[in-house]
C-alpha cells in the first residue's frame, strides 16, 4: 500500500534562512515522489519531481529534495527562504504500474515566513 | 485553452440538492483528476479518468458522488442530495499519459458550499 506523511503541518522561517519541509513515503512499488505548491488563492503548481533518475532533485524557485531510500524519506529544503516562499507544501506519491491516477498527497505543510 | 478551467468558481446550494460541476481539461490531455480539499484537510483523490473511461474510481466517498467525461475532454463531478459534509474545495487537473510521474496541471477549484 501507498501512502504520504507530512511530518509537519506548520513551519515558520525567517527570511533568508534555510527551509526544511519533511515527507516520508510508504511504496509497495518504485515510487514517484513529487512536491506541489498552493499559494494562496492560486491553484497547485508542480515544484519538482523524482522518477528515479537523479536521488536529488533540483525544481523551480531553488526548491531541492533528496529521495532517501533507506530512510523512506523526501524531504524539501531551500537554503534560503524569501518572503514569496510563503503557501502550503504538499508531498506527494505514485507509482509505476498500475492506475497512475492514484496519486496520494499529504495532509500538507503551511510555510509562514517572517521578515 | 491555456490552463484547465472550472466552473462555477464558486458554488452555494441547500442540503439535498443536486450540484454539478465542470472540468475543462488542456486540449490533448488524455488524463483527468479529481481531487477534494477540505479545510485543514490534506487533497483526497475522488475519480480518475483516461480518455473516457474510469480506471479508478476508488476514492468516490459514496453513491452520491458520479462523473463523467464525455468526447476525452470536458468532465462533471455531479453530488446527488448534497451533505454539509460535502462541503470542499473540489480540484481537477489533468495530465499527459506519460505512463509514469506525469505532470498534474491543476484548475482554481470550484467551492463548494452546503448550507
Known amino acids: 500500500a501507498q501512502s504520504v506523511t507530512q511530518l509537519d503541518s506548520h513551519v515558520s522561517v525567517s527570511e533568508g534562512t534555510p527551509v526544511l519541509l519533511r515527507c516520508n513515503y510508504s511504496?509497495?512499488?518504485?515510487?514517484?515522489l513529487f512536491w506541489y505548491v498552493q499559494h494562496p488563492n492560486k491553484g497547485l503548481q508542480l515544484l519538482l519531481k523524482?522518477?528515479?533518475?537523479?536521488?536529488l532533485v533540483k525544481g523551480i524557485n531553488g526548491f531541492e529534495a533528496e529521495f532517501k531510500k533507506s530512510e523512506t524519506s523526501f524531504h524539501l529544503t531551500k537554503p534560503s527562504a524569501h518572503m514569496s516562499d510563503a503557501a502550503e507544501y504538499f508531498c506527494v506519491v505514485g507509482y509505476a504500474g498500475g492506475s497512475q491516477g492514484n496519486l496520494i498527497f499529504g495532509k500538507g505543510t503551511k510555510l509562514s515566513v517572517k521578515p | 485553452g491555456a490552463g484547465v478551467s472550472q466552473s462555477p468558481s464558486n458554488k452555494v446550494t441547500e442540503k439535498g440538492k443536486d450540484v454539478e460541476l465542470r472540468c475543462d481539461p488542456i486540449s490533448g490531455h488524455t488524463a483527468l483528476y479529481w481531487y477534494r480539499q477540505s479545510l485543514g484537510q490534506g487533497l483526497e483523490f475522488l475519480i480518475y479518468?483516461?480518455?473516457?473511461?474510469?480506471?479508478?474510481k476508488s476514492g468516490l466517498p459514496s453513491d452520491r458522488f458520479s462523473a463523467e467525461r464525455t468526447g476525452g475532454s470536458v468532465s462533471t463531478l455531479t453530488i446527488q442530495r448534497t451533505q454539509q459534509e460535502d462541503s470542499a474545495v473540489y480540484l481537477c487537473?489533468?495530465?499527459?499519459?506519460?505512463?509514469?510521474?506525469?505532470?498534474?496541471?491543476f484548475g482554481s477549484g470550484t467551492q463548494l458550499s452546503v448550507l
Open positions: 511504496s509497495s512499488y518504485s515510487p514517484s
Open positions: 523524482y522518477t528515479s533518475a537523479a536521488t
Open positions: 479518468f483516461q480518455g473516457n473511461s474510469a480506471p479508478d
Open positions: 487537473a489533468s495530465s499527459l499519459w506519460t505512463g509514469r510521474g506525469e505532470k498534474l496541471f
